[in-house]
Nanobody
């Protein structure tokens, strides 16, 4: 059972930056992919960014150009650098890992962007 623990959320003003981190309970070298998703109140969970085992990345349309996903295999960590934050980025951000066809989710971290 893979466990994922997110950190780095908080309250930030519009235009500010945050860096989210997700630490896995085991080596991520063999993970098929990892990513970040978010869910705002009353809305569906949506893709923010994903990174494959080979390093290729994909970003949600609403965050392209403002966020960067990266992974540090030595630290079993995937990070999300978010810049130029907007109030509409307010949501709970979840880390996800895909391991041998199974999806694992973290507990989420709240990001609130004030206007």
């Amino acid at each position: 059972q893979v466990q994922l623990v997110e950190s780095g959320g908080g309250l930030v003003q519009a235009g500010g930056s945050l860096r989210l981190s997700c630490v896995a309970s085991e080596s991520i070298n063999s993970f098929n992919g990892m990513g970040w998703y978010r869910q705002a109140p009353g809305k569906r969970r949506e893709l923010v960014a994903v990174i494959a085992r080979g390093g290729s990345t994909n970003y949600g349309d609403s965050v392209k150009g403002r966020v960067t996903i990266s992974r540090d295999n030595a630290k079993n960590t995937v990070s999300l650098q978010m810049n130029s934050l907007k109030p509409e980025d307010t949501a709970v951000y979840y880390c996800k890992a895909v391991v041998w066809g199974y999806d694992y989710w973290g507990q989420g971290t709240q990001v609130t962007v004030s206007s």
